[in-house]
């Protein structure tokens, strides 16, 4: 799946994921009242609404990025019905050719590392038969508690085909609290970022690693340090647009092979016809203001990578 | 709802919570047996199956101990149909007085840790109406995205009476990979659980915050000295048991009043007719075995906390 990410992404030139969050009041007014009045003001019509409105994004984009990812917080604080749409989102994605990454962030002990692994890219076996939970491509997965809590999830990427991404800088404002501190001189995202590179090695695809690695677009000299840290692994980057990442900073995060970087942007695509820039859409055209907003996100990170 | 867990826990003596972590090979055979038979041999009948088994140890334990902590990992790697039963496993044991820890281990950057908290603590309001997601009344919470990662979560529990248990000193092998990391001199858990002692100070109970933390039963020093950082914070303690801590270990957790600290068993409880001590159960009377394991280790911690 790693090797196939990086073919995706050269045969369409676009090292982006459109990052599929989608906040309420993201979601036009008109799907809204359509669902409402069709299932209800309730968690049945919300739901939806929120279905209604990232399959015409997926519509809208799935032939030009390689790649989605359903922040699952977004449907998961519905309770059970939204992660019905998430698994939908998953699975209407995969369809369209779309490779997906769940950004679940999922992390625990080795038994229940396990249980997650399972859940979200394996099957579980009972008694002979075989179910599947989300089945996403990749997941975000988070370090805190360390190998073994990160090897269970390869276990199951290596069966599978499939991959992680291991949180080593977040984008957010406070990452430096934790993340930023030194340890034996040096700060602990390097630290996470030379276990990243190692726990990659387990797991190796063509050029690169089916471990990768989160680092946010916020903070560049960071992901330069990182990228030589880490030469092999695919880089998974959120923090570009909205959370003022810009794609010149991005250069360091690229390989000189143009590849081992993937850009994410949430908000400034699903809610492009929100911004300045694409207000002429029109709320009812809000997938063609995304689709535009791709495609410029596309011709200007070509200052990073190309 | 942290001044009721103190309350109950004096009332019943028992600072003890039953972990609800229904791995498929803890279920008896005649459980699934029947659930197959009734559902199919399926995603539905093993979900039927995992909500008998549980109905069963919460039917058995409810009146002896003041809360349960479902792990939501074992429902989540059944997809969505394991998450309704997840729901309903908390509804459940909320009907019979219990209070329910959900363990999400969730965290992420403000706007999608915000989502997480609505989601399992909180409502979403939407055109004025109300919305609940899986309303535990804790949940257990990452700590690597620093405080705007958790504050959300702070913010909606001061809302809604509610509480959560940051990771500071997990309780498996590797946990000191990074947390065990020296920042200038002390280990990082350190810092951990000072930002948590000080996250705490902005949601306090009568005797202790809102906030607690997550400190292994395998580390006993460690825990004597986190208990020193946050004398106002209540400590969830796993790793008893099936994982390898004492009760006699157990006594730097506890404050002078016997309380301060809860110390959760999931394996040990709900599969203790697989045990040797219990096998006089037999699989049919599994939660009979249960309920003598909880008074067993009722009495075993009276060393700890009396």
Not at 50 to 55: G, H, M, Q
Not at 151 to 175: A, D, W
Not at 182 to 194: A, S
Not at 264 to 272: F, L
Request: glycine share 12%; with cysteine; proline share 5%.
């Amino acid at each position: 799946m790693i090797n196939r990410l990086a073919e995706r992404i050269k045969q369409l030139e676009a090292p982006v994921v459109v990052g599929l969050d989608p906040m309420p009041d993201y979601i036009p007014g008109f799907i809204i009242d359509k669902a409402f009045k069709e299932y209800g003001g309730n968690i049945e019509g919300i739901c939806e609404a929120i279905w209604v409105y990232i399959k015409g994004i997926i519509d809208a984009v799935y032939d030009l990025v390689p790649a989605v990812k359903p922040q699952v917080a977004m449907y998961e604080q519905f309770g059970p019905e939204g992660l019905v749409i998430y698994k939908r989102v998953i699975e209407y994605a995969k369809s369209k050719g779309l490779i997906v990454i769940g950004d679940v962030k999922r992390g625990d002990i080795g038994s229940t590392s396990e249980a997650y692994a399972t859940g979200h890219l394996g099957r579980i076996a009972i008694r002979g038969k075989e179910f599947k939970g989300f089945d996403e491509d990749f997941i975000t997965v988070n370090p805190y508690l360390g190998s073994d809590g990160i090897l269970p999830f390869i276990n199951v990427c290596k069966k599978e085909g499939k991959g992680i991404f291991v949180l080593v800088k977040t984008s957010n404002p406070s990452s430096g609290e934790f993340q930023d501190q030194l340890t034996c001189g040096r700060p602990l995202y390097e630290l996470v970022g030379e276990k990243v590179a190692e726990w990659g090695m387990l797991h190796m695809g063509e050029g690169y690693s089916y471990v990768g690695a989160v680092v946010g677009a916020t903070y560049p000299e960071v992901g330069r340090i990182l990228r030589s840290i880490m030469p092999r692994t695919f880089i998974l980057v959120p923090g570009y647009g909205a959370q003022g990442g810009k794609a010149k900073d991005l250069k360091p995060y690229f390989n000189k092979d143009g590849l081992g970087a993937i850009v994410n942007s949430s908000r400034g695509i699903i809610a492009a016809y929100k911004l300045k820039a694409y207000e002429g859409f029109g709320e009812k055209a809000y997938a063609d203001a995304s689709r535009q907003a791709v495609l410029d996100m596309r011709e200007d990170l070509k200052q990073a990578w190309m």
